[in-house]
């Protein structure tokens, strides 16, 4: 996988994804940045997150599950010295459905510990909870 990117002036770059999906980065103005996108640690972030929730999808769906509704909160820590790497991650999942829970708890673990190829990129310590239809597992 190969994309190019371009210096827009100050501290944005713009890209084109190789799926044709056009995206801007930038930095805050306090750095120099003109907040014209967002920042490549919080893309990152946003990365870990959709491919965790993907993995997860398509393994319930494989169980023949019908997942309603899925959204998930995804928190990350940084290093205090640079350069400033993401040393631990948590996504919290919120499934709605008929879902039963050690069915749920086995993909949230095989997204964690096998298929998200985004965390498995990172050094970051990561770990997981999840909901279903607003109760919380472990």
């Not at 190019?4 to 501290?11: A, D, I, V």
């Not at 967002?38 to 494989?62: F, H, N, Q, W, Y």
Request: glycine share 8%; charged share 30%.
């Amino acid at each position: 996988m190969e994309l190019k990117l371009s210096w827009k002036g100050k501290m944005q770059f713009q890209t084109q994804t190789p799926s044709g999906h056009p995206i801007t980065l930038d930095a805050a103005p306090e750095v120099g940045g003109e907040n014209q996108g967002p920042r490549p640690m919080e893309l990152l972030l946003a990365a870990t997150g959709a491919c965790s929730g993907i993995d997860i999808v398509d393994i319930l769906r494989k169980m023949r599950l019908d997942v309603q509704g899925f959204d998930m909160q995804v928190s990350g820590e940084r290093a205090e010295e640079h350069p400033r790497r993401f040393t631990k991650l948590h996504v919290h999942y919120r499934l709605q459905g008929d879902l039963p829970v050690e069915k749920v708890r086995r993909a949230v673990d095989l997204s964690r510990e096998k298929y998200c190829s985004v965390s498995q990129s990172l050094q970051a310590k990561m770990t997981t909870s999840f909901e279903i239809n607003g109760e919380k597992h472990e």
